[in-house]
């Protein structure tokens, strides 16, 4: 099956209010040329070994190209999101008219909770499994509220680095049960969840230079993995496991707080049997 991801042109897309720590001192300061140029580079790679489908941005809402916080994904129900941040909510009507035009059974959860879509809930793939982040935008009550309407096991993971405000920029799971992550970025008992479902030889930890370059926040198909950028050792890391990687300069976006991951929201994902192994 070949995998299928959403994107948004960045028609719009601007850094024009603070609401995470990249943005503070970019309001402005982005070239929007230069992101088409980052986007359609990004967009022309994955199409190489998936399907892309493109949606126009909208005005007044900059962080629209942002598609990974549309919503949460599986089967043919989209987990519609409910952004924390006031700057972010009215993305949320754009995107549940393009899902309801497009097949999916449209969910939301209760109206008092916080939730950011893939960017804070990750399925895993090795298992029948979802990561969900919380501690600044997803509100940890989603998680029994996700595990009831999607009849899934959720294991909830807290941030405590505000750098890495949604899960997707610490932590990725990879094709074959592998797990990307940047360890600091979670506290302690997170940390523990993590190595008691995770082999260790399954684990990638990458160095506090590569999650700052937003290497975890990757789009992975199959076995190509495509990013912003990665050091040789985690180059090497990755390629010893199997998987070719793409490193695909995102700097505009990176202004903003996004790169590869943040810029695509799959389609098509399904449940999985349990496939990772101990080594």
Known sequence: MTDRYLMCAPDHFDVSYVINPWMQGNVAASCNDLAWRQWDALADAISGVASVERLSGEAGVPDMVFTANAGLVLQNIVV??????????????????????H???????????????????????GQDLLWMGHGHRTSVECAPELAGLLDIEVEPLRLVDERFYH???????????????????FDEASR?????????????????ADALDFACNAVNSGRHVFLN??????AHALAARGFTLRQMPLGEFMKAGGAA???????????????????
Not at 167 to 185: I, K, N, R, S, V
Not at 268 to 279: F, I, Q, S
């Open 80 to 101: 519609l999101s409910h952004f924390r941040h006031a700057e972010r909510q009215p993305e949320e009507a754009h995107f549940e008219k393009w899902f309801s035009e």
């Open 103 to 125: 097949g999916f059974r449209v969910v939301r959860l209760a109206p008092h909770l916080a939730f950011e879509g893939a960017g804070d809930a990750l399925l895993d793939r």
């Open 167 to 185: 899960l997707d920029t610490c932590l990725c799971p990879l094709e074959g049960g592998y797990l990307m992550y940047y360890p600091q970025a």
């Open 192 to 208: 523990a969840r993590i190595a008691a479902r995770v082999p260790a030889a399954r684990r990638i930890e990458v160095a506090e």
């Open 229 to 234: 950028r990665a050091s040789g050792e985690l």
């Open 261 to 279: 991951k943040c810029l695509t929201l799959k389609l098509n994902e399904l449940r999985r049997l349990k496939v990772r192994t101990a080594a």
